[in-house]
């Protein structure tokens, strides 16, 4: 009851540099019903983020890629600094985003976000801005008095008025329920089976570029 504001960050040079190679490893070694397993306790735990009943700001630096830009959709407001790069870079593993995918369209909507949605391609703080994911934008040294700038007003604010308006606008939202967040984990179940993958994850392990790469 004390909270008044959370603070979602990285440790390190990046926010979040999208997934841990030992994990890949372990993935692609897993039969379905692991990586179900896996992908339904990624979908609880920005599920948890998202319906957090405080405020949620996320303070990023270095690269934000894959999951990291989930990370960012669920929070109510993201400072991030100039020189932070982003990404969904799951297509050029011959995957998709699938998990983040529900929280990232709600974020950016349909339109905006089929110009990064599925290209791989990384971008800078302006795009980040411009498609909605971020909410203010500083250079690395002022990042950490931005945040502190962002939480100032909530200490202001009623804790359970806040709460009560961050329910609120999650209803009047996208629809984010069980029924949905299932469908995107089969589909990323059904993805991990494909050659595509199993190739892309193989260069990846590898240090090589994927068969399909046009040089």
């Known amino acids: 009851a004390g909270v008044r504001v959370v603070v979602l960050a990285g440790e390190g040079r990046s926010f979040c540099a999208g997934g841990d190679l030992e994990w890949m490893r372990a993935q692609f070694a897993a ?26 700001i996320g303070r990023v630096q270095g690269a ?5 830009v989930g990370l960012m959709a669920v929070c109510d407001a993201v400072v991030a600094s100039t020189d932070a790069r982003f990404g ?19 974020r950016v909507g349909e339109g905006r976000a089929r110009a990064v949605f599925f290209s791989g391609a990384t971008f800078g703080c ?8 971020v909410w203010r934008a500083v250079v690395p040294e002022a990042l950490d008095a931005a945040v502190e700038a962002e939480i100032a007003p909530y200490l202001a604010a009623a804790p359970a008025a806040v709460a009560a308006a961050k329910r ?13 967040i299932e469908a995107t984990i089969a589909r990323l179940a059904d993805t991990w089976e494909t050659p ?8 990846f392990l590898d240090r090589r570029q994927a068969a399909w790469v046009v040089r």
Do not use: F
């Open 31 to 56: 039969d379905r019903a692991g990586r179900i397993a896996e992908a339904r306790r990624l979908a609880g735990m920005l599920q948890a983020l998202n319906t957090l009943p405080k405020p949620l």
């Open 64 to 68: 934000a890629y894959g999951g990291g």
């Open 88 to 106: 969904l870079t799951e297509t050029r593993l011959g995957l998709i985003p699938a998990t983040i995918s529900p929280y990232v369209l709600a």
């Open 126 to 133: 302006d795009a980040a801005r411009a498609l909605g994911l």
């Open 168 to 180: 609120l606008a999650r209803a009047l939202g996208p629809r984010i329920d069980e029924e949905v």
């Open 196 to 203: 595509e993958a199993r190739e892309g994850i193989t260069a």
